[in-house]
Nanobody, 120 residues
Framework: VQLQASGGGLVQAGGSLRLSCAAS????????MGWFRQAPGKEREFVAA????????YLSDSVKGRFTISRDNAKNTVYLQMNSLKPEDTAVYYC??????????????WGQGTLVTVSS
């Protein structure tokens, strides 16, 4: 499956952004979808995942209560709504398609990444 992420940009602390990731090439509902991020000088880390039906979600403790993951299977798209953004949320955000459990999804495909910069 091919993934194309968009929606990144520059936002002030406390602001909001919505990332989108459009999938093509394979049956979208076959996959758990997730978002990861990589800050400068740090390893890529898990942010959120959502099951194929869009009901079950799992978010990292660092974003729980501020970020929401959702998907529209009719549009083959997964979203990451980010509210109350903090400077430490600054990173390149990657969408991913995979399998397994939401908490430890096994990534099969990565999107190209979209940069989110949060200014203080």
């Amino acid at each position: 499956v091919q993934l194309q992420a968009s929606g990144g940009g520059l936002v002030q602390a406390g602001g909001s952004l919505r990332l989108s990731c459009a999938a093509s090439g394979r049956t979208f509902t076959n996959y758990i979808m997730g978002w990861f991020r990589q800050a400068p000088g740090k390893e890529r880390e898990f942010v959120a995942a959502i099951g194929w039906g869009g009901i079950n979600t799992y978010l990292s403790d660092s974003v729980k209560g501020r970020f929401t993951i959702s998907r529209d299977n009719a549009k083959n798209t997964v979203y990451l709504q980010m509210n109350s953004l903090k400077p430490e949320d600054t990173a390149v955000y990657y969408c991913a398609a995979g399998s397994g459990g939401l908490a430890k999804m096994k990534v099969g495909s990565w999107g190209q990444g979209t940069l989110v910069t949060v200014s203080s």
